[in-house]
C-alpha cells in the first residue's frame, strides 16, 4: 500500500521488514521493487541475485532480476538470465520478448531470430512470437519466410497491427491485390490512423533499427510484372509513420503528396495528408485536405476532430464552434465531441455552457465518466468549488477507483480549507491506482504541507517536480516550502521559474502576485 502510495522510502522499510518476518520470493521481491524505485538500484540488483539463489525455481524473481540487469546496463548478465528462465519454463512468452528485444539492441538479429523461432516451436499458438518473426524476416530481406510468419500471427490474432504486418509481407511477394485488401481491413478496425501508425512504429522498433527498417521498406519495389518501381500506398504508408516517427515530416509530406495525385482512394489519402499539413504547420492545407474527406469514410469524426482543433489553434473560434455544433447535430457524434465543444467554450470564458455541454455528453453517454469529470472541472474554473466538489463526489459514488476524480476533489477541499483528514485519504486512493503520478504527488504533498509536514511535503513535492519538470503549480509549492523554512531567495527562484512555465491565467496571476509580495520583503 505504501509503495502503491508513492511512500517509496517507507516502503523499502516496511517490505524489507515483513520479508525478514516471513521470507517468501513474492515479499522479496516487492522490497527489490521499492527499493528500485527509491533510486537504490544498484542494492536492489545485488538482493534480486540473492533472491534468485534463495529460490532458483521462481520465474517471476529470474525475471526481475533480468529487469534490474537491463537498468543497470548489464545486457550480457541479463540476457544469460533470461536464457536461464527459458530452460527452467519454456512456455512462458515474455523472457523470449525480453530476450528477442535485447538480442536486436546489441545488433545481433541471427540470435534474436533464433530466439523467436524457438518460441513459436514451443507455443506454436503464440501470436506475439510469430509477429516477431517476421519483423525480423522483414530486416533480413527473408521475404518468403516473413509472408509464412506474418500470416500465422494475423491468423492467430487479427489485430490492426499483425495486418499491417501481414499486408507488407503479401506486397513484398507480390501479391498487391491481397495486400490493398488487408490494409483496408487494418484500417477499419482501427480507432483512428494516428493510433494505427503509432502501434506500427512500435512493431518496427521492438526488433531493430527504424533507419534500417525505412531503408528496407525504401528499397521495395512492386512484383507485379511490370519495371515501375512504386509500391503500394499500404507501403508507403508505412515510410510516412516512420519518417514522422524520425521528425522527418517533410519526407513524409512528400510521399503523401505524391500518393495523393494518383491513389484512387481519396479519403484514406486525404485524410492522411491533411494531417501531414498539421505536422508542418501548414494548417490551411490541411484544413482543405481534410474537406475532402466524405462523410462515408470510417474515420470521419476523426477528421472532423482535428479541423476543430486546427480552427482553434488558428483563434477561428467561431467557425469551430460552428463546426463542432454540425456534428452534435448528428444522431449518433461520440462522446470526444462533447469534451471538444466544452474545451471551446471554455477558452472563449464561458465555463457555465462547457459545464452544460459536458452534462449533456453525460446524459447521452453515460458511460464515460469523463464526461463527468470536465464538468467539475468547468465549475471550478467558473469559480463554484462547492458544485465542483460536489460533481466529483456523484462521480466517485459511480466509480470509486477514479483516480482524476478521487485527486482533484482531495485537491479542492485543500485549497479551500476543508477537512485536510479526508483530503489525504482521497489523493492517497487516486495514488494506489496510479502510483507516482505526478499531479497526484503534488496534491498529496501540498495536503501534508497545509498539515505542518513540511519534511514529507518537501520530499513529495520534489518527486513531483521529477515527475512533472515544467508545472509552475508545483514549482509554486515548493516556494512555500522554502519560504517556510525561511529561504526566501530559493523561494523567489522557484517562483521566477514557475513564472517561466505555460499557466493557466488564474494560476500565473497569483504566482506574480505571490513573487513581487516576496522581492519586497527581501
Not at 513474492?26 to 534468485?52: H, N, P, Y
Not at 503509432?198 to 518496427?204: C, F, Q, S
Not at 500518393?259 to 501531414?276: C, E, K, N, Q
Amino acid at each position: 500500500m505504501l509503495l502503491q502510495r508513492g511512500n517509496v522510502s517507507d516502503a523499502s522499510i516496511m517490505l524489507s521488514s515483513a520479508y525478514a518476518l516471513d521470507a517468501t520470493p513474492f515479499l522479496g521481491s516487492r522490497a527489490i521493487v521499492a527499493k528500485a524505485e527509491a533510486g537504490q538500484l544498484d542494492e536492489a540488483t545485488k538482493e534480486a541475485e540473492r533472491l534468485v539463489l534463495l529460490y532458483p525455481r521462481n520465474v517471476p524473481a529470474k525475471i526481475l532480476f533480468a529487469q534490474l540487469l537491463v537498468r543497470k546496463g548489464s545486457l550480457s548478465q541479463a540476457i544469460s538470465q533470461l536464457e536461464n528462465v527459458i530452460k527452467s519454463k519454456p512456455e512462458d512468452e515474455l523472457p523470449y520478448v525480453m530476450l528477442v528485444e535485447l538480442w536486436a539492441r546489441d545488433g545481433n538479429r541471427a540470435k534474436a531470430r533464433t530466439v523467436a523461432r524457438k518460441l513459436t516451436q514451443v507455443r506454436p499458438d503464440s501470436a506475439v512470437g510469430w509477429s516477431m518473426v517476421a519483423r525480423l524476416c522483414l530486416l533480413d530481406g527473408a521475404r518468403k519466410d516473413m509472408l509464412s510468419a506474418a500470416k500465422k500471427a494475423w491468423s492467430i490474432q487479427a489485430t490492426p497491427e499483425n495486418a499491417l504486418l501481414y499486408a507488407v509481407a503479401l506486397e513484398l511477394n507480390g501479391n498487391v491485390n491481397e495486400a490493398l485488401r488487408v490494409y483496408e481491413v487494418a484500417y477499419k478496425s482501427a480507432d483512428s490512423s494516428e493510433k494505427l501508425t503509432a502501434k506500427l512504429v512500435d512493431l518496427y522498433r521492438q526488433v531493430g533499427n527504424l533507419e534500417e527498417a525505412l531503408r528496407v521498406l525504401s528499397d521495395v519495389k512492386r512484383k507485379t510484372g511490370t519495371s515501375g518501381p512504386t509500391p503500394s500506398v499500404g507501403l508507403q504508408i508505412q515510410r510516412v509513420a516512420i519518417l514522422w516517427e524520425l521528425k522527418r515530416d517533410a519526407e513524409a509530406l512528400k510521399i503523401l503528396e505524391e500518393i495523393s495525385r494518383t491513389d484512387h482512394r481519396p479519403d484514406l489519402v486525404a485524410s492522411l495528408l491533411g494531417y501531414g499539413y498539421e505536422r508542418v504547420r501548414r494548417f490551411d492545407d490541411a484544413l482543405k485536405a481534410y474537406g475532402k474527406v466524405t462523410r462515408d469514410f470510417l474515420l470521419y469524426k476523426d477528421v472532423g476532430i482535428r479541423r476543430c482543433l486546427i480552427l482553434k489553434e488558428q483563434g477561428k473560434i467561431d467557425e469551430a464552434v460552428s463546426l463542432v455544433k454540425t456534428f452534435l447535430e448528428q444522431p449518433d457524434p461520440g462522446w470526444e465531441f462533447y469534451v471538444l465543444a466544452a474545451e471551446i467554450e471554455s477558452t472563449r470564458a464561458r465555463n457555465k455552457d462547457a459545464y452544460a455541454l459536458c452534462l449533456d455528453g453525460w446524459r447521452r453517454y453515460p458511460d464515460q465518466p469523463r464526461l463527468l469529470f470536465l464538468a467539475g472541472v468547468y465549475m471550478e474554473k467558473n469559480g463554484d468549488a462547492a458544485l465542483a466538489m460536489k460533481t466529483m463526489r456523484d462521480l466517485i459514488k459511480i466509480q470509486p477507483d477514479n483516480s482524476s476524480a478521487l485527486n482533484f476533489l482531495g485537491y479542492l477541499i485543500v485549497e479551500n480549507g476543508g477537512d485536510l483528514d479526508e483530503a489525504r485519504m482521497l489523493i492517497e486512493r487516486a495514488l494506489e491506482t496510479r502510483p507516482g503520478d505526478g499531479a497526484y504527488l503534488d496534491s498529496l504533498g501540498w495536503c501534508l504541507f497545509k498539515m505542518g509536514h513540511i519534511d514529507k511535503a518537501e520530499e513529495l513535492l520534489l518527486r513531483a517536480i521529477q515527475k512533472s519538470p515544467d508545472e509552475g503549480v508545483i514549482m509554486e509549492h515548493l516556494a512555500e516550502v522554502a519560504v517556510k523554512r525561511g529561504q526566501i531567495e530559493s523561494a523567489v527562484g522557484w517562483l521566477e521559474k514557475a513564472k517561466s512555465q505555460e499557466l493557466d491565467p488564474r494560476d500565473r496571476s497569483r504566482i506574480e502576485a505571490r513573487l513581487e509580495e516576496l522581492r519586497r520583503s527581501r
